[in-house]
């Protein structure tokens, strides 16, 4: 039998760290563990049901065939209406791409624009994802580190300085996947001075937890900052986080018309279009009653509260208080160096991740997943006793070490 050989593109990138902490977790349980899951990455709430039902009726109803590449009518008028409400400027239906999920859509916004050799600036930490997809389409991540000490975003000068005549796309994520980090209107604004310099250069806001935003008002969006801009942004959202809709798969994105066109052409002879179901069930979670999303979000906003002042609480520890989404990236620098009570040394936050494992049977993913150490990532999609009781036995955890 002949050996498979991979294409090179796949020799290039890992698979996702979040999925294969995800499974590492899974394997435990069935070995009869019972492991506190901190690695989710998706919202622990149902689906409603209003939104499930408009996805039986659409079944029942035969609209169980290919839809238009670009979205049924119904759901393309819900998305813009939506886009409109956010960031206050107005996208018509050529402006607009629907795929299976923001994760399918951003991957093929990369295939559809970047060549070989084309930059694109990633700031750390970074969703796991990015600098694979960009990997995976022959381009180059160019990570740039953004610390703690910058709220874990991009400055200008660090955007600045990373700005070549190669680079493609910069990518902002807000808020951010894993710190819960959100731009402001300020500094979002000094980032578009920055880009004004450099129209050879688009960016990516991935905006996918918008709604789960913990400072009142809506969230801060780069082309409603600077709609100087809107012709070379894409704005990348989708109804998994914040509807509960993960399994659903239907993310979208919107922006310059040529870009979207070339993304609804590859999108044609990759899947044809999003399934129809999901789309019905997407434009009823869009037009349809937003209790569950102010409800999940004031839920999520008191189990940030108990899990940032729980592991600021526990001594060699810290956390930033995240503004979004429904993660936290908790400082382990004091924790590095230390002794495990079975003589091991934890080198970095990838050991320590192993030693609550083995220790708390606490799951987390190590910041250098997401480019940056020594962090760990906690989600805080689970309920507030299994937050607490994570706290406890991390608290247990570091005390140990000495
Ligand atoms: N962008 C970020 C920052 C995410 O964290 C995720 C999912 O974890 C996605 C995009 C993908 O979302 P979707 O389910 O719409 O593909």
């Known amino acids: 039998m002949s050996k498979f050989v991979p294409a090179t593109r796949v020799s290039r990138i890992k698979s996702s760290a979040s999925v294969a902490a995800a499974a590492r ?33 659409a079944i029942s109803k035969g609209e169980t065939k290919y839809t238009s590449v670009t979205g049924t009518p119904e759901l393309q008028k819900a ?48 969703w796991v994802s990015y600098p694979d997809m960009v990997l995976a389409n022959d381009g180059t991540p160019v990570v740039v580190p953004c610390g703690e000490d910058v709220g874990f975003k991009l400055t200008p000068d660090a955007l600045a300085g990373a700005l070549t005549d ?28 920055v880009l004004a310099g450099y129209p050879h250069v688009y960016v990516l806001t991935d905006e996918i937890y918008d709604q789960i935003y913990f400072g009142g008002g809506r969230l801060p969006s780069l ?23 993960t399994g659903w798969r239907l993310g ?20 044809s279009c999003p399934s129809s179901v999901s789309q019905a069930a997407s434009a009823a979670a869009l037009t349809g009653d937003q209790g ?4 999940s979000v004031e839920i999520y906003r008191s189990r940030r509260d108990a899990a940032v002042a729980g592991l600021n609480a526990v ?23 230390k002794t495990t009570p079975e003589g091991a040394t934890i080198h970095d936050d990838q050991d320590f991740v192993l030693y609550l494992l083995d220790h708390a049977s606490v799951a987390a993913i190590p910041g250098s997943a997401y480019g940056l150490g020594p962090y760990f990532r906690i989600s805080y999609a689970t309920s507030l006793d299994i937050i607490e009781e994570s706290i406890a036995a991390i608290d247990k955890a570091v005390q140990a070490l000495s």
């Open 25 to 57: 977790v899974r394997e435990l349980k069935a070995e009869g563990r019972r492991i506190l899951d901190l690695t989710v990455g998706e919202p622990d709430f149902d689906t409603p049901d209003h939104i499930k039902a408009a996805a039986v009726e």
């Open 79 to 126: 998305i813009l209406q939506t886009i409109e409400l956010r960031t206050g400027l107005h996208y018509t239906p050529a402006e607009l791409t629907i795929g299976g999920g923001a994760k399918q859509v951003i991957f093929t916004a990369f295939m559809a624009s970047i060549d070989a050799g084309d930059e694109v600036i990633v700031p750390a930490p970074f």
């Open 166 to 193: 190669r680079t493609k796309w910069v990518i902002l994520n807000t808020p951010s996947n894993p710190t819960g980090a959100v731009y402001s209107p300020v500094e979002l604004r000094a980032l578009a001075d």
């Open 223 to 245: 082309v409603e900052v600077a709609p100087g801009l809107k012709d070379r942004v894409l704005v990348v959202n989708g109804v998994s986080k914040a509807y509960a809709m």
């Open 252 to 271: 979208y994105a919107a922006g310059p018309a040529p870009l979207i066109a070339a993304i609804n052409k590859l999108q044609s002879q990759i899947s």
């Open 292 to 295: 569950f999303v102010r409800d």
């Open 315 to 337: 001594d060699g520890l810290s956390c930033a208080t995240p503004e979004g989404a429904f993660y936290a990236y908790v400082n382990c620098a004091g924790a590095i160096g």
